[in-house]
């Protein structure tokens, strides 16, 4: 069945760019999904940040639309975010998940999380 | 962006008891509705999609409904691995918005 992973660094200073890659297996990032990053700072709720499908189409938070860029790898099965001008409140377990394409269905597999810290 | 609403957003219940949450949108989402559980430290869990439907492998003591704009999810007799946050999110638009959590504790 498909997995998700989540990776990348565990701090980022202040200002700087958040960097996190979702890798998929036992499935195809080309299947008819959408992938999607979600967060949650710590003790808080959940956030939904941006989604993309397999050709490239996206879609995001607008209250982060500036500062998100969320791309696929197809030649490495991976999803990628990346979020510049980082502030403590970026803090937060990221999280990537599936979800079909016709957003009926739920995010109904999760990666595990990561978690990201802002801090100088 | 489309507001969702849970209440309550804490409940103390005891194992068997029939617990109700529920969510309201601040617009139509149609069926679009979805209902994860999760426990501290784990990723959410996906339990209902589509406002009522089952998702596979969720115990049938889960049930929910609901369209438009509220929403319902019931636990016909609580368990003791039942007490975990319970989001409700919306995708029936972007930014698909989820409600603040409703924690089930243990009385």
């Known amino acids: 069945q498909v997995q998700l992973q989540e990776s990348g660094p565990g701090l980022v200073r202040p200002s700087g760019t958040l960097s996190l890659t979702c890798a998929v297996s036992?499935?195809?990032?080309?299947?008819?999904?959408?992938w999607t990053w979600v967060r949650q700072p710590p003790g808080k709720g959940l956030e939904w940040i941006a989604e993309i499908y397999h050709s490239g189409s996206t879609n995001s938070n607008p209250s982060l639309r500036s500062r998100v860029n969320i791309s696929v790898d197809k030649s490495k099965n991976q999803v990628s975010l990346k979020l510049t001008s980082v502030t403590a409140a970026d803090t937060a377990v990221y999280f990537c998940?599936?979800?079909?394409?016709?957003?009926?269905?739920?995010?109904?597999?999760w990666g595990q999380g990561t978690t990201v810290t802002v801090s100088s | 962006d489309i507001q969702m609403t849970q209440s309550p957003s804490s409940l103390s219940a005891s194992v068997g008891d029939r617990v109700t949450i529920t969510c309201r949108a601040s617009q139509s989402v149609s069926t679009y509705l979805n209902w994860f559980q999760q426990k501290p430290g784990k990723a959410p869990k996906l339990l209902i999609y589509?406002?009522?439907s089952l998702q596979s492998g969720v115990p049938s003591r889960f049930s929910a409904s609901g369209s438009g704009t509220e929403f319902t999810l019931t636990i016909s007799s609580l368990q003791r691995e039942d007490f975990a946050t319970y989001y409700c999110q919306q995708s029936y638009s972007t930014p698909r918005t989820f409600g603040q959590g409703t924690k089930i504790e243990i009385k």
């Open positions: 589509g406002a009522s």
């Open positions: 998940a599936r979800d079909s394409s016709a957003h009926y269905y739920g995010l109904d597999v």
């Open positions: 036992g499935g195809s990032i080309s299947s008819d999904n959408w």
